[in-house]
């Protein structure tokens, strides 16, 4: 078995062969031979644990992880996870993943697949709200998805804009970036919008003038009690493009505008719909895709690491 970390996953494929991977996994939403159950979750006092299995021909991946809040105030990370990937047709390990790494990698070039079909291809800037470890790689591997010549960032926290510069530095050096006093400023100034935030409210303006025409890719809203799409997006747009059904029972961001009529059941639409019929995209110039992830993307991110590291020889290989 292979052990792979942050650094091995990395260096794995390049950002463009990621997206072609997750647009392959999102058309993939109704083969059925793949699979995903229902995750598991376990309270255990303050903390969780969620176990997230997803089942395909030949290979199964299960993603575990462990929120410990507490951890915050012992200088350590809350949220902690791994991937293993077994063998479909023997059950044996085939790899172990850095779970944070290996779902920050897909869930970028998830958004990417958006990217590449809502946005419009001559765009040349980009905007960031929440800066942090899914935003910078989201804004990294949307710049090969679009030529993009500069990048909006807004983040509350100073260290983690100085990383966001950092990263970008060196994964981008040809795009510029600039920084940005609130997420209105970001929204006015790019065409295309990322936001990747745990906000309990809306971070783009309720201003039609100001969003109008602009391609929204919302990545943070996970829980009910999460949003991040003002009311007025959903005047705008034909279609509410999602990568994920449950999405709809699980984020704010679809429940809020669904309990409120803002957009019909029939406007929210897998984006493999897409994929498979470009014509379906429909005439308004505002548009949404909700990314809320699941566990089908995590095999083959898994998947497609496992069989780049193979032919690299890289990662640590051990017995068990």
């Not at 650094?7 to 997750?22: H, K, N, R, S, Y």
């Not at 047709?89 to 790899?95: D, F, H």
């Not at 920050?104 to 990417?112: D, E, G, L, P």
Request: proline fraction near 5%.
């Amino acid at each position: 078995m292979r052990i792979l970390s942050s650094q091995v996953i990395e260096q794995a494929a390049t950002p463009t062969l990621w997206t072609d991977i997750m647009e392959l996994a999102l058309k993939a939403a109704a083969d059925q031979d793949y699979f995903t159950p229902n995750r598991m979750h376990v309270d255990i006092n303050d903390n969780t644990l969620l176990l997230m299995p997803a089942v395909g021909p030949d290979m199964f991946a299960t993603k575990l992880v462990s929120v410990f809040p507490g951890n915050s105030h012992h200088g350590k990370a809350v949220i902690n996870g791994t991937v293993l990937l077994n063998d479909g047709a023997t059950g044996e390990a085939l790899a172990l993943f850095n779970g944070a790494k290996l779902t920050a990698m897909r869930t970028a070039a998830v958004a990417c697949v958006g990217i590449r079909h809502l946005s419009d291809p001559l765009a040349t800037t980009l905007g960031i709200i929440g800066g942090g470890a899914q935003g910078r790689h989201i804004a990294w591997m949307a710049c090969h998805a679009r030529d993009f010549e500069r990048v909006y960032v807004y983040d509350r926290s100073p260290q983690v804009i100085g990383d966001f510069i950092s990263f970008m530095t060196e994964k981008c050096p040809n795009v510029d970036v600039a920084l940005c006093e609130d997420a209105q400023q970001v929204v006015v100034n790019s065409e295309v919008v990322v936001t990747a935030t745990t906000s309990p409210e809306p971070v783009i303006p309720n201003l039609e003038d100001l969003i109008v025409g602009k391609c929204f890719i919302c990545v943070g809203s996970y829980k009910p009690d999460m949003r991040e799409i003002p009311e007025s997006i959903f005047r705008l747009i034909d279609s509410v493009w999602i990568d994920a059904e449950h999405g709809k029972t699980e984020s704010g961001d679809l429940l809020f505008p669904l309990s409120n009529h803002l957009v019909s059941p029939e406007q929210i639409k897998h984006i493999s719909l897409l994929l498979n019929e470009p014509g379906a995209l429909g005439f308004r110039e505002t548009r949404l895709f909700k990314t809320v992830g699941e566990g089908t993307f995590d095999l083959f991110a898994a998947k497609l690491v496992y069989e780049k590291v193979r032919e690299g020889d890289l990662g640590e290989e051990v017995s068990l």
